[in-house]
């Protein structure tokens, strides 16, 4: 986990504010060093984690959160982490073979209108029916669910209403019924304003934003490429305090390096002071 | 920072054979050499060369088996088919087995123009110009007067070159000789061959897509490429070629319309790829024909799916051609994606105006690098074209020698 996102978003792994949703969103940038960040996060808190990796393979999460720390295998083999790995289960679905057993999470690609139920199915079975377990397993916390990321459904032909069902029924199931977080990564090219052929990622993007309380906006810099300072990140609070809803914006440019990421004020890199 | 690689030697020999993906850093025990890898140095990554050393440069040291190279083609596939024979010649030279697939020529016709190896020149390195470094004493003659502020800046470096040597050269003027080229074995995947047009016509989905798949993950298992088998014998590389991926001779019609029916037959097909490459010893190439594709955002959701993305803009038939500030190049070439694999940060190329030019026995990259027009006639136009008049009020004289006041 990055410290100093940490203190910026003010959690620390004892203290964070559950039924969350928080959104990690990105345009033509890549913001999934966040995802692993969270990843990282929960696991030290010792939260029970459901992880949907879609877009990379197992080794490729546990590579990284080794060197923030956290040892995936270890979870998985604790019970704490449920990790599902969308490429090897898509394999089965793709080449299908006759004795090759399949979970059903990721039916979709052979007929994407069937939407995203099965894989909704294995979140509940996976956030929920871990409760009656065997008594000598430990005691984890809160339920968190991650999904990196959603705009791989968006490729693989699920429509955008589907996705965004999912995304509110998970909300629903994670945040609001058992009170633990939910953290979702999505992708978006650029804006275009008479394009109507990316309806389907800026809808998307507008309506997970409509639904979270917390969104990571990453982007590159306005004013072009540059090899220290990788990008902006925009935070953006949607705080429920009494009857008006008010929305609190950070702005902050960020650098990732090998174990982890750090953030600054705009102009206060230390590759420009 | 360097990641070495016997330095990751607590993770266990056994999480070799169990469901793991190629981008296992292998332990110092179990370190297999595959001919033709070598272990990158930022993080212990294996990497295979592309055949063109630059590009190599470019993309980190070389590319990461069981990752994508994206190539966007140029307008008459000429670089991009040039690029794909140097990744098949050089797995040819190391002794990988290859895998081509194409829909338009038969993937013979692709093999047989091969360039042929220099295979005298392995083991002699080309010098490589390196900046000055900063605090050097400069020559008299080199100091600057007027300019003094930019005199302890490196000299440009314009070459993309890394000091140790990976890969090959290769003479394009010759073809591979046959013996070279039997030697190495490959396969070969023809759409015409797998899908008969009429049924390709009447279905929902696009079957050739499919077809690919499924042969590739066919020759994966029966090759022994996958990384479940067991790692008594010795391994190889299969070197993956798609050609013209997404043209509309594999039955899809991404390339033909705005909107088309099956938006994700490719993307669906480029996400298995990703599975297979992950879980087996091999690496692919694919090079698409972008400039067919109107919609943007299907672009930047198939060069989400590759890992690392390169797009060609040859100047043949465009009026750079002729255009003399661009004259010792034959293109452009953009890096549209650089992968993080296995660690957080990724290695971005330094600057992203690059140029590239095919000499006869080098594929060079270099940085755009316009040097400043020092010719007597170049005053405002910067276009290159000679400048015909000086104005002078009044008269309106061609030449610039003779100004009469």
């Known amino acids: 986990m990055f410290t100093e996102l940490n203190s910026i978003l003010n959690t620390s792994p004892d203290s964070f504010t559950q039924g969350e949703f928080i959104l990690v969103s990105d345009r033509q940038s890549d913001a999934s060093f966040l995802i692993h960040h969270f990843l990282s996060f929960y696991l030290r ?25 956290v040892s995936l295998t ?21 080449l299908p073979k006759e004795n090759n057993a399949e979970s059903g999470a990721m039916n979709f690609l052979r007929d994407p209108p069937v939407g995203l139920r099965s894989l909704y199915e294995f979140v509940r079975s996976s956030v929920i029916g871990s409760g009656s377990m065997e008594e000598g397993a430990e005691q984890w916390g809160p339920n968190v669910l991650l999904v990196d990321d959603l705009s791989v459904l968006l490729s693989l032909g699920v ?3 589907a996705v965004l069902d ?46 979270c309380n917390l969104n990571l906006h990453v982007q590159g810099l306005p004013t072009g490429y540059c090899k220290d300072i990788h990008g902006q990140m925009e935070v953006c609070w949607k705080r429920r305090q009494g009857d008006a809803p008010h929305m609190q914006k950070n702005l902050f440019q960020y650098k990732v390096h090998d174990k982890g990421a750090s953030f600054f004020a705009r102009g206060t890199s230390s590759a420009v002071l | 920072m360097a990641a070495p690689m016997n330095s990751v030697g607590k993770t266990s020999a056994d999480r070799l054979q169990a469901n793991c993906t190629s981008f296992q850093k292998k332990t110092r025990s179990k370190l297999i050499s595959i001919p033709g890898t070598r272990p990158s ?139 070279i080229r039997q030697a190495a074995k490959c396969h070969r995947f023809y759409l015409p061959d797998h899908i008969t047009p009429s049924s390709a016509a009447h279905s929902a989905r696009v079957e050739s897509y499919s077809a690919l798949l499924k042969s590739l993950q066919e020759v994966i298992h029966r090759e022994g490429f ?72 299907l672009m930047g959701n198939i060069t989400r799916l590759c890992d690392n993305a390169i797009a060609l803009e040859s100047f043949k038939g465009s009026e750079r051609e002729t255009n003399p500030l661009y004259k010792d190049y034959h293109g452009l070439l953009f890096v549209r994606q650089v992968p993080h694999l296995n660690c957080l940060a990724r290695q971005l190329p330094d600057h992203k105006d690059l140029a590239f030019k095919l000499k006869r026995k ?19 136009v910067s276009r290159g074209e000679p400048v015909g008049v000086a104005s002078a009020c009044g008269s309106g004289a061609s030449g610039t020698k003779n100004l009469d006041f």
């Open chain 2, 41 to 179: 140095v930022q993080n212990g990554q294996l990497l295979v060369s592309t055949g063109v050393t630059s590009l190599d440069y470019l993309l980190g040291g070389g590319l990461a088996v069981g990752t994508v190279l994206l190539i966007e083609e140029d307008r008459f596939d000429s670089y991009s088919r040039m690029i794909l024979k140097y990744f098949l010649a050089e797995g040819v030279v190391c002794q990988h087995e290859l895998f081509v697939a194409t829909a338009q020529d038969n993937p013979d016709e692709i093999l047989q123009e091969l360039p042929a190896p220099i295979l005298d020149d392995v083991a002699v390195p080309k010098p490589v110009e390196q900046p000055r470094p900063t605090g050097e004493p400069q020559d008299s003659l080199d100091a600057m007067t007027i300019a003094w502020r930019y005199q302890n800046l490196p000299k440009v470096q314009s070459a993309l070159a890394s000091s140790s040597r990976f890969g090959h050269y290769y003479d394009v003027s010759k073809t591979m000789e046959a013996e």
């Open chain 1, 166 to 211: 999912f995304s509110h029924y998970c909300r629903a199931l994670v945040c609001s019924q058992i009170q633990g977080n939910m953290v979702m990564l999505v992708r978006c090219n650029e804006e275009e304003d008479d394009d109507d052929g990316d309806e389907g990622s800026e809808v998307l993007l507008k309506g997970l934003i409509h639904q």
């Open chain 1, 45 to 69: 808190a010792r939260c029970k984690v459901c992880f949907l990796g879609l877009a990379q393979s197992f080794c490729h999460y546990g590579a990284v959160s080794q060197r923030l720390g």
């Open chain 2, 226 to 297: 996958d990384l479940a088998t067991p790692m008594s014998k010795s391994r190889n590389i299969l070197r993956v070629g798609l050609h013209s991926l997404g043209s509309a001779l594999w039955g899809d019609d991404l390339c033909c319309h705005d909107k088309p029916r099956h938006s994700h037959a490719l993307t669906t097909f480029l996400y298995g790829l990703r599975a297979l490459l992950r879980s087996s010893l091999s690496v692919a190439v694919v090079t698409l024909p972008s400039h067919l594709i109107q919609d943007r955002a």
């Open chain 2, 362 to 380: 080098q594929f060079t990259i270099e940085r755009l690098h316009l040097p400043p027009d020092l010719s007597d006639t170049a005053s405002r």
């Open chain 1, 74 to 94: 270890q979870a998985k083999e604790k019970g704490q982490l449920v990790f599902f790995e969308g490429l090897k289960e898509c394999l089965s679905v793709l």
């Open chain 1, 159 to 161: 429509d955008v209403g």
